[in-house]
């Protein structure tokens, strides 16, 4: 087990370093990343923690080649699984998207297209990145949809996404992630828009499903990451203020602008969950 | 506190029709809600809350019940009394970009109810509407702006500018703060707080978010599967849960100083999912230790101490947890 921790410290699936990203250009540009270096090894989860604004979303974005227009990364590199990504060509980074790096975003409805059906976008991954006939496609997104424990997988290949609630629908973009075996798998506030038992229950699917890849988890809630992640890195005005461990960042901050959100985040505080008196 | 309710919602049921199929949305609810009060919606989604704002606004139709609005029966009174009560329950949606038209300006947005009801001459019309943008905190050079120039608070702010043009004494919030970025959900929140305090409205605030509720509530309904399972103060039922379900989704908030992703908590959850929707047997029976004969037929909403407005959806009546065999 040990041996298998420290070949993957040595072969980080994503390794960051140095990333900055500029908005606009000229006198108006503004650095919504600076400077911003962090690795994920396979089986790993880290927290991005920061408030809006922080640039957390921007780092994710740059990950996924999703910055939007007018935003570019400026300086660093991003190696996925050894590779350098920001020297592919585009062709290839494509290519690399949707099949090495699973995205999930807040809002499913409004990253779904609302007059395909749920089956019809995954089959269409399926078949671009796996080879796979469309029937051999739509088994395999049936198997995909009962993976994220959606019920009635067979009758919801064909609903649109406006017939699934918020939680269904989280799960499907969670399976479109994961269709093609991704080695990272980058969620940003995967659970913001839903309610506490759906966001338990996405969180437990997420954590689950990251088995033996990596999982970098963009959240504002500290409480969210300190429920998954195995490390949290905090960030502020496009800077990381500290990365560590999520019992180190949690017991002993090393920042202020750390402890400030420890204290933000301090609901809830009761059903039989209080702090034991005394205790070491 | 002895004084009519401003709004009363008396065994409530709405039967939506989806695809063919018949759904009861929402089934025998009950709750009342003061004037000057923040009374809070809570529950997964597709538990209800939504269609029963929506009977309650008059946007969907209830089959069962009584609706009274003021002490009146909406459904006894004329049409033309109906429609003025109607006027004072106004809604605020999750989305201001769906709720406002894109090719106007701001200045028409505000202004078009004003010259709906009556207002007055264009000054006074464009007096009031300066006045509403300053109630949201607004500057008034806005007006000439359309929306898609604003950001997604300042167009809550307008939404929220337009239902108050209309003097509710009942404001609908539906999820106000979900669309938001998260700096932005606490101005918003606290805007409510003032703006219903200062002009006296009641408000019906539906929200996932359990963090927002205890800021801004002072009273809390849980909804699970169509039905109010739990209602009372915010400290009541967020404190001392009564209610299976309650407890549940208290459970389900992540919680930094346990740190961990209860498997069994999860599995409970997930056990509570699907629930069936005919029997008239308690819907938690099966996970709950409390279980007993008495179960077999659901409790109706009932005191949970003997002097107070904490009522739960459960024959019990101890401090006891009733769900997670963890």
């Not at chain 1, 087990?1 to 108006?28: D, F, H, K, W």
């Not at chain 1, 890195?233 to 901050?253: F, H, K, N, W, Y």
Request: proline share 5%.
């Amino acid at each position: 087990m040990s041996i298998t921790t420290q070949s993957a410290r040595r072969n980080p699936v994503l390794e960051v370093e140095g990333l900055s990203v500029r908005a606009g250009s000229g006198e108006l540009a503004t650095m919504p990343v600076q400077d911003l270096s962090f690795t994920i090894a396979s089986g790993e989860v880290l927290g991005i923690v920061g408030e809006s604004g922080s640039g957390k979303s921007m780092t994710a974005y740059a990950i996924g080649d999703l910055l939007p227009e007018g935003v570019a990364v400026s300086a660093g590199r991003i190696v996925l699984e050894g590779r350098p990504v920001l020297s592919l060509s585009p062709a290839e980074r494509r290519a690399l998207d949707g099949n090495r790096i699973g995205m999930v975003f807040q809002d499913p409805l409004s990253s779904f297209n609302p007059v395909r059906t749920i089956g019809s976008i995954l089959i269409e991954s399926a078949r671009r990145h796996q080879q796979l006939s469309t029937s051999a496609a739509r088994g395999k997104v049936i198997e995909a949809l009962a993976g994220v424990r959606l019920p009635h997988p067979e009758l919801l290949v064909d609903a649109y996404p406006h017939q699934l609630s918020g939680g269904q629908r989280q799960r499907a973009m969670i399976a479109l992630a994961l269709l093609n075996e991704p080695s990272l798998v980058v969620a940003d506030e995967p659970t913001t828009a839903l309610d506490a038992t759906v966001q338990l229950r996405i969180l437990a699917l997420l954590k689950r499903s990251a088995g033996s890849r990596a999982l970098l988890l963009i959240t504002h809630d500290l409480a969210v990451a300190s429920t998954v992640c195995d490390r949290i890195l905090v960030m502020q005005r496009g800077r990381c203020v500290e990365q560590g461990s999520t019992a180190d960042i949690l017991e002993s901050p090393a920042h202020d602008y750390t402890r400030e959100l420890l204290a933000a985040a301090h609901w809830p505080a009761a059903l039989g969950s209080q702090p034991q008196a005394g205790a070491a | 506190m002895n004084r009519d309710p401003l709004l009363e919602v008396r065994g409530l049921s709405v039967t939506l029709q989806a695809g063919g199929r018949v759904v009861q949305a929402v089934r025998d609810c009950t709750l009342h809600l003061y004037a000057g009060e923040v009374l809070a919606l809570v529950g997964e989604s597709g538990s209800g809350k939504t269609t029963l704002a929506r009977a309650i606004a008059g946007i969907v139709p209830f089959d069962k019940g009584e609706l009274l609005f003021r002490s009146l029966q909406f459904r006894a009174v004329p049409p033309a009394i109906r429609r003025s009560l109607r006027r004072r329950i106004q809604m605020v949606f999750q989305d201001p970009d769906a709720s406002l038209n894109p090719m106007h300006r701001i200045g028409t947005i505000l202004a078009e109810p004003l010259t709906v009801i009556g207002f007055g001459d264009r000054s006074a019309i464009r007096d009031r509407v300066a006045e509403l943008l300053a109630m949201v905190r607004l500057d008034a050079t806005l007006i000439d702006k359309r929306p898609r120039q604003l950001s997604g608070g300042e167009k809550q702010r307008i939404a929220i500018a337009r239902a108050l043009a209309m003097e509710p004494e009942l404001l609908i919030a539906d999820e106000p703060l979900s669309s938001l970025d998260v700096s932005t959900q606490a101005t918003i929140a606290s805007l409510f707080r003032d703006l219903q305090r200062r002009l006296n409205i009641g408000m019906l605030f539906i929200s996932h978010d359990l963090a927002a509720v205890r800021q801004l509530a002072d009273r809390v309904a849980v909804m699970h599967a169509g039905e109010i399972v739990e209602t009372g103060s915010c400290g009541a039922v967020l404190d001392t849960p009564a209610h299976p379900y309650t407890r549940l989704l208290l459970a389900a908030m992540p919680d930094m100083r346990r740190r961990v992703l209860d498997v069994h908590l999860v599995d409970a959850i997930d056990r509570l999912a699907p629930l069936p929707h005919q029997s008239r047997a308690c819907h938690y029976r099966p996970q709950c230790i409390r279980r007993a004969e008495i179960c077999v037929n659901s409790a109706e909403l009932a005191r949970v101490a003997a002097d107070c407005d904490h009522l739960a959806r459960c024959h019990f009546r101890d401090e006891r947890p009733l769900l997670n065999p963890a």
